[in-house]
C-alpha cells in the first residue's frame, strides 16, 4: 500500500522560521514545496507575490498539496509602510483561501498570526479567551486575518496560531534578541535598546516548528491556537545571561527612537490549548537558545 501524500506548500518559503521549518518537516516525511517573492524558482519553488490572487492560483494548481503552512507575511511590528502591511498580511491571506476552496484535498492549513493581537491584557497569563485589542497595524492585520479566516470555518480544515515571541539562528538582526547577540559576538561596547524591562513568553523557533507540525498531524481545526512556553523572562535577564556566557560586558544605553509608544509591558502565554490539541510539547529552555544563538 502506498504511503498517504504529505505534500507541503509553505508560502514564504524564504523566511527565517520556514528556513527551520522545512528541515522539521523533512525529517518527518514531508514533500515540500514553497512560494515567495522574488526567489530563485525551480521545480518546488515558485515566484509568487500573494497579494496577486492570479500568482496564488498558479502555485495552487501546480502543487495541489495536501497540508498549506502560510507563513508569507509582513511581520516586523515597527514597519512603517502600512498599506503594504494590510495587502499581504489580510488581503494576500483571503486570496490563498479563497483558491483553496477549489480543492477537496487539503488536509490541514495552518495560518500564524501572532499573540500581539492581544495587546497589554490586564490579566498574568493570557490563553486564547482574552480579548483581542491590538495596538499596532501589524496586530490589527493579523486580527483581520483571524476574522476573515472564520469564514472559511467549515469550509476549510483551517488553524489559526498565535505564537509568542519567538527567535533562533539565522532571525534578522532588525529583531531585538538577533541584534543582542551580534553586538555580544562582535564584542561590542555599546548597545542602543529601547525598553529593557519588558516582560515575554520567548520561545525557541524549533520548538514553534515542531508545535507547527504537530498541528498539521492532529485532529483540531477552526480554532486558535496560542504557541508558547508559559515562562517568562526580561531583556534585561536576557542581557545578563548574554554576559554570563560570553565574559563580556556590553554598556546598555536607552535610545528613546526605540521605545515604542504602546509598548505592551507583559505578554505571557497559556499553552494549556496546544497541549490539548497535540499532546507532549517539544520545549526548549531559553537559555539554550541564547547559547545556540551565540555559537551559531
Not at 496577486?52 to 501546480?62: E, G, H, I, M
Not at 529593557?196 to 498539521?216: A, E, H, M
Request: glycine share 6%; net charge negative; charged share 25%.
Amino acid at each position: 500500500m502506498a504511503s498517504p501524500s504529505k505534500k507541503v506548500f509553505i508560502t514564504g518559503i524564504n523566511s527565517f522560521t520556514a528556513k527551520h521549518l522545512c528541515g522539521e518537516l523533512s525529517s518527518h516525511g514531508y514533500d515540500i514545496y514553497g512560494c515567495d517573492i522574488n526567489v530563485d524558482a525551480d521545480e518546488k519553488t515558485f515566484n509568487c507575490d500573494i497579494t496577486k490572487r492570479d500568482q496564488v492560483a498558479k502555485c495552487l494548481a501546480a502543487v495541489q498539496p495536501d497540508y498549506i503552512v502560510h507563513l508569507g507575511a509582513i511581520t516586523y511590528v515597527p514597519s512603517s509602510d502600512v498599506s503594504l502591511i494590510y495587502q499581504v498580511n489580510t488581503i494576500g491571506t483571503a486570496n490563498l483561501l479563497e483558491e483553496c476552496l477549489k480543492y477537496d484535498n487539503i488536509k490541514k492549513i495552518l495560518l500564524p498570526s501572532t499573540s500581539n493581537v492581544y495587546g497589554n491584557p490586564d490579566v498574568e497569563v493570557i490563553d486564547e479567551t482574552c480579548p483581542t485589542l491590538p495596538v499596532s497595524h501589524y496586530a490589527v492585520s493579523k486580527l483581520a486575518m483571524e476574522q476573515m479566516a472564520t469564514l472559511s470555518f467549515g469550509k476549510l480544515p483551517i488553524i489559526i496560531t498565535r505564537p509568542f515571541n519567538y527567535t533562533g539562528v539565522g532571525q534578522p538582526d532588525k529583531f531585538v534578541i538577533p541584534k543582542i547577540i551580534k553586538h555580544f559576538k562582535e564584542k561590542a561596547h555599546v548597545i542602543e535598546m529601547g525598553t529593557t524591562s519588558v516582560i515575554r513568553d520567548f520561545s525557541d523557533v524549533r520548538f514553534v516548528c515542531s508545535s507547527y507540525r504537530k498541528l498539521l498531524e492532529c485532529d483540531a481545526k477552526s480554532v486558535a491556537v496560542n504557541i508558547c512556553t508559559g515562562k517568562e523572562h526580561s531583556l534585561d535577564e536576557l542581557l545578563d545571561y548574554a554576559r554570563k556566557v560570553t565574559g563580556h560586558n556590553i554598556e546598555k544605553i536607552t535610545n528613546p527612537e526605540f521605545v515604542r509608544p504602546n509598548e505592551i509591558q507583559k505578554l505571557i502565554g497559556d499553552n494549556s490549548l496546544l497541549r490539548k490539541c497535540v499532546g507532549e510539547l517539544d520545549t526548549i529552555d531559553f537559555h539554550d537558545t541564547i547559547e545556540w544563538m551565540l555559537g551559531g
